[in-house]
């Protein structure tokens, strides 16, 4: 998809379809009210015949008859103007770009990006037009032998205002960078696992980061070996598949400025191993990659945006096996911090691995550590879809995860990581024990992940409810998410300042 900015007036402008915001109560806005009048008073008639209220949700289709350029005009509610957020904005331009494509229009103009949110940029609110719109119209399709007609080639955003048009392009631009990061996420995940295997993942981590002047290693089972990354090799063993460990370093930023390490679950794919899982639904397992791909997603972005910024990630990757050469409960590993760790449940592979991720993140004297990983059920029970659990040892941090999230429509949830949780996870026969009791899963979880951490503000951010969906909503498709792309970024552009 491509995103242009022009400037005219939409009852002129050479489109097959328009799409205009229109805030909730009795005008339609400047917009609406030029388009009413070259209909003849006809947007205003089917408005009260119709309910449209410019309710958040709503939306009004228009045939225009010839009368302006646009064949169709899609008025869509943003509900109170001082309730209006980027969130809204960006939801708003999801609903729009649907109902062009399910119209069999092959292209719009939006004046969505000029809506004037109070307390969000000009630039800002182009961003989010831009990624509510290619999010939306996101489909995966790689292994459909037939694909959709019905496809939008490009967007306009349109302004009145010719001295806006460059900081909306720079919006617009970054929309696009971002959306396509987090499809890029999307497309990971929804790829089955025997296609989306380990070495694909780090196949595909390099492609980009050759394209975008991004520093990549691959480490394969026997450097995994020699590094002493026991957790990562007690998932893998019990697997044909050969294990990775992806590290991306972009270092653009001050030679003085200590890095930003996100860290990735790169699981694709979790049987449980001996402890299995039972078979209803395990074909969601191939989504336990998706902190892995997220973070893949957030570094592509960060490249491509070329932030002035140091960050490093890295991303453990294996499948989780039954086999005979497969992990038994009661085995015991010791991760490369030193920590020794006893599988009680080889379902509780997510933290083994990610322990040796955690403690290589150390050698680059961090800024902060963030890491991104389907973990756990509980997280799930108890956040449900709508939040991932953020356990954070630093105020700063957790407040500018929050903040982040917040912006981009991704929620994260503060969540306790207690001392009692680290005492539940004590084991009889080594330092630690992967599982604690049935009850509080996601802290001893947390728990358990710290033991790796070395030193410095750490934030866990347990994605399992919110990284995969079964229903379309908004700019969420149905499958992989690809959250955690747009937060990242936006949380690094905050830690940094830039
Ligand atoms: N990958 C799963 C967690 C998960 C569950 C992700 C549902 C997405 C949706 C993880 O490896 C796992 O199996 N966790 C276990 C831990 C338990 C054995 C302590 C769980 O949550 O059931
Ligand atoms: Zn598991
Ligand atoms: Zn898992």
């Known amino acids: 998809?491509?995103?242009?900015?022009?400037?005219?007036?939409?009852?002129?402008?050479?489109?097959?379809?328009?799409v205009v915001g229109v805030?909730?109560?009795k005008t339609l806005g400047i917009t609406g009210v030029a388009i009413d009048r070259a209909l003849a008073g006809f947007v205003r008639k089917s408005a009260t015949s119709k309910g449209f209220e410019g309710k958040k949700g709503q939306a009004l289709a228009l045939d225009t008859l010839g009368r302006i350029p646009a064949q169709k005009v899609f008025f869509i509610g943003l509900g109170a103007k001082n309730e209006a957020t980027e969130e809204s904005i960006r939801r708003a331009a999801a609903i729009g770009a649907k109902a062009v494509r399910n119209a069999g229009l092959k292209n719009f103009a939006t004046t969505l990006a000029t809506a004037k949110v109070s307390g969000v940029s000009a630039k800002n609110l182009a961003q989010a037009v831009v990624e509510g719109a290619t999010l939306a119209l996101y489909r995966f399709e790689q292994l459909k032998t037939k694909k959709k007609k019905k496809k939008i080639a490009h967007i306009t955003l349109l302004t009145q205002n010719t001295s806006e048009v460059s900081t909306l392009k720079g919006g617009a631009n970054k929309g696009l960078i971002l959306a396509e990061a987090a499809s890029f996420a999307r497309d990971l995940i929804n790829l089955p696992g025997n296609f989306a295997t380990p070495s694909y993942l780090a196949d595909e981590a390099k492609k980009f980061a050759k394209r975008l002047g991004v520093t990549c290693k691959i480490l394969g089972?026997?450097?995994?070996a020699k590094l002493k990354m026991g957790g990562l090799l007690a998932v893998?063993?019990?697997s044909k598949e050969p294990a990775r460990f992806i590290i991306l370093e972009w270092k653009k930023g001050p030679k003085s400025q200590k890095p930003i390490v996100l860290v990735g679950k790169g699981l694709t794919f979790d049987t449980g191993g001996i402890s299995i899982k039972p078979s209803a639904n395990m074909e969601e397992m191939k989504s336990d990659m998706s902190g892995g791909a997220a973070v893949l997603g957030a570094m592509r972005a960060v490249?491509?945006?070329?932030?002035?910024?140091?960050?490093?990630?890295?991303i453990p990757s294996t499948e989780n096996m039954p086999s005979s050469a497969a992990i038994k409960p009661g085995d015991v590993a010791t991760g490369l911090s030193g920590v020794t760790m006893e599988i009680i449940n080889t379902d509780a592979e997510g933290r083994l691995i990610l322990a040796d991720a955690l403690a290589y993140a150390d050698r680059y004297k961090p800024d902060a550590i963030v890491?991104?990983?389907?973990?756990?059920?509980?997280?799930?029970?108890?956040?449900?879809t709508v939040a991932s659990g953020l356990f954070c040892n630093d105020e700063t941090l957790t407040k500018q995860i929050i903040a982040a999230g917040e912006e981009t429509g991704e929620r994260f949830w503060s969540m306790p990581l207690f001392p009692e949780h680290e005492e539940l996870i004590k084991s009889l026969v080594a330092d630690i024990k992967n599982i604690g009791p049935r009850w509080g899963g996601a802290s001893t979880a947390a728990a358990f992940l710290k033991k790796h951490v070395k030193k410095g503000p750490w934030a866990h951010c347990d994605i399992a409810g919110t990284a995969y969906t079964n229903k379309a909503a908004g700019y969420r498709t149905e499958g992989g998410v690809g959250l955690g792309v747009r937060s990242m970024v936006r949380f690094i552009e905050k830690r940094t300042g830039v």
């Not at 491509?304 to 960050?311: G, R």
Request: proline letters at 4%.
């Open 1 to 18: 998809m491509k995103a242009f900015v022009k400037s005219g007036s939409p009852v002129t402008f050479k489109t097959d379809a328009l």
């Open 23 to 25: 805030f909730e109560g």
């Open 221 to 224: 089972p026997a450097q995994i």
């Open 236 to 238: 893998a063993q019990g």
């Open 303 to 314: 490249a491509a945006l070329k932030l002035k910024v140091n960050l490093v990630c890295l």
């Open 371 to 384: 890491d991104l990983a389907t973990l756990t059920g509980a997280c799930m029970i108890a956040l449900g």
